[in-house]
């Protein structure tokens, strides 16, 4: 099912280190909105393809408009929720 779909996509992931410079060239009122951090894992997930696990709504709607891969933490949280109330 969906959970474990999620638990063996990120299962393969491998770490990679971004760079800062990479972040220079973007549009200050998103670096105000989101900050490094997240910026800098939507920036791995850019370039790699590999989802960006979050349960912040507003990262979540940005990322999907953009194209990035995205899972809102909610969808596995209920999906389990459900699993449990089905047994």
Excluded: C
């Amino acid at each position: 099912p969906y959970v474990q779909s999620v638990v063996n996509t990120l299962s393969s992931a491998e770490e990679h280190h971004q760079h800062s410079e990479s972040l220079w060239g973007m549009r200050l009122e998103i670096l105000g909105r989101f900050g490094f951090t997240d910026l800098t894992i939507y920036e791995l997930a850019r370039t790699t393809k590999m989802p960006i696990l979050t349960d912040e709504l507003n990262l979540y709607l940005h990322l999907e408009k953009n194209g990035i891969p995205v899972i809102k933490f909610q969808n596995i949280k209920n999906s389990l929720l459900g699993i449990r109330l089905a047994q």
